[in-house]
């Protein structure tokens, strides 16, 4: 049966490289929700006096090209430094496996989203490169365009989820226009932590469902 997928997109489907997770990873990204669609998340493991990535692994909740993006991206980012990784773009992962169907471009994004995130999410607990800034109010708005509203498949600062943020003193009080027993309202919990609480200068994250 003819198939949009080339041999290589199929090959790392069908036997992705680098499945798994990292124990205590110096780095962790989560991209995407599966709520919504695809969902990759990637763990890594850099070597501190020059920066190499050392280990990286993934997990992928989605589709054969999902999968097989997630599996190249680690593939190719293994051994660089993370300032090599950083130059790696959703075009060359799709080169990579040969070429994707159109449709599916969006996979290789967010594969490469999430190689970015884990490498900012280590950057921000060593606070080292552009995340040694100071954590203000701008900063914590673009942290937080990268978790999913999974109501929409956008991110929450995009659908007017968040009604508030306040910054003062290493505490970041955030509030979310959801009732606190919503059934997404853990997630959300979770994935905005996940995104905040790492950087070097954040004592304590709140948390509060303000929705009727």
Known sequence: METPYSEKVIEYFQNPKNVGEIEDPDGYAKEGSPACGDMVSLFIKVEDENHEITDIKFKSYGCASNIATGSIITEMAKGMTIEEAKEIS?????????????LKTHCSVLAVDALREAIRNYEERQGIGEEKRET???????????????????????????????VEDGIITVEVDLEEDHQFASAVNEDIKEKLEPRWD???VVIKFVGD
């Open 202 to 204: 954040v004592e304590e």
């Open 90 to 102: 959703w075009e060359d992962a799709a080169d990579e496996l040969g070429g994707l169907p159109d």
């Open 136 to 166: 203000t109010l701008d900063v914590v708005r673009k942290r937080l365009r990268h978790v999913m509203n999974p109501m929409t498949g956008l991110d929450v600062i995009k659908t007017d989820l968040i009604s508030d943020i306040e």
